[in-house]
T-cell receptor
Framework: ETGVTQSPTHLIKTRGQQVTLRCSSQ?????VSWYQQALGQGPQFIFQ???????GRGNFPPRFSGLQFPNYSSELNVNALELDDSALYLC?????????????FGEGSWLTVV | AQSVTQLDSQVPVFEEAPVELRCNYS??????LFWYVQYPNQGLQLLLK??????LVKGINGFEAEFNKSQTSFHLRKPSVHISDTAEYFC???????????FGPGTRLSVLP
């Protein structure tokens, strides 16, 4: 139990639709990162939010967007869904954005695009 | 840019046998190194990390890893595995001032009775 909770755990969407995934970070953690893990692959960094501001972004198109709220919870939004967006989406929280800090992952949201 | 290679996609091993999971990385600057474990239908859990200091790092569940700068490797070892160690293992690197981890493709460890 890492204290990082994600919702929903599973969902199915149709190509072209939009999806919002939610993450509640561990108490006191002000940094949230999002990763995409396709089947059989390692997680890939989407972006990070630190104190409500985007603090780094991976190689993902603009239709992947995010938000962090004053309580440090976060949302990942994906517009115009494509079949290749089917993956496990992982949220991770940490205290501050320094990479030496331990990050704690949630159990993820499984997204299937049909 | 950094990259991580895990040459063994699957490693079957009998219970109580030793195991080594290999990780090599590429980076033009110093990095921090991590091993994460992912049990079925779960998120990732930190096993151990190397930031600086002693090159032999001990982690949870009896795992250890050794950082070898000249070979750019960070292999994970356990002297005696249990059935419960069956999982996917990911090696990852990050820059000391970076925001993100770069993960390898993972190694599936299957412990056989």
């Amino acid at each position: 139990e890492t204290g990082v909770t994600q919702s929903p755990t599973h969902l199915i969407k149709t190509r072209g639709q939009q999806v919002t995934l939610r993450c509640s970070s561990q108490s006191g953690h002000n940094t949230v990162s999002w990763y995409q893990q396709a089947l059989g692959q390692g997680p890939q960094f989407i972006f990070q939010y630190y104190r409500e501001e985007e603090n780094g972004r991976g190689n993902f198109p603009p239709r992947f967007s995010g938000l962090q709220f004053p309580n440090y919870s976060s949302e990942l939004n994906v517009n115009a869904l494509e079949l290749d967006d089917s993956a496990l989406y992982l949220c991770a929280s940490s205290l501050d954005s320094g990479s030496g800090n331990t990050i704690y992952f949630g159990e993820g949201s499984w997204l299937t695009v049909v | 840019a950094q990259s991580v290679t895990q040459l063994d996609s699957q490693v079957p091993v009998f219970e109580e046998a030793p195991v080594e999971l290999r990780c090599n990385y590429s980076s033009s600057v110093s990095v921090y190194l991590f091993w994460y474990v992912q049990y079925p239908n779960q998120g990732l859990q930190l096993l151990l990390k190397y930031l600086s200091g002693s090159t032999l790092v001990k982690g949870i569940n009896g795992f250890e890893a050794e950082f070898n700068k000249s070979q750019t490797s960070f292999h994970l070892r356990k002297p005696s595995v249990h059935i419960s160690d069956t999982a996917e293992y990911f090696c990852a690197v990050t820059l000391p001032l970076g925001q993100n981890f770069v993960f390898g493709p993972g190694t599936r460890l299957s412990v056989l009775p």
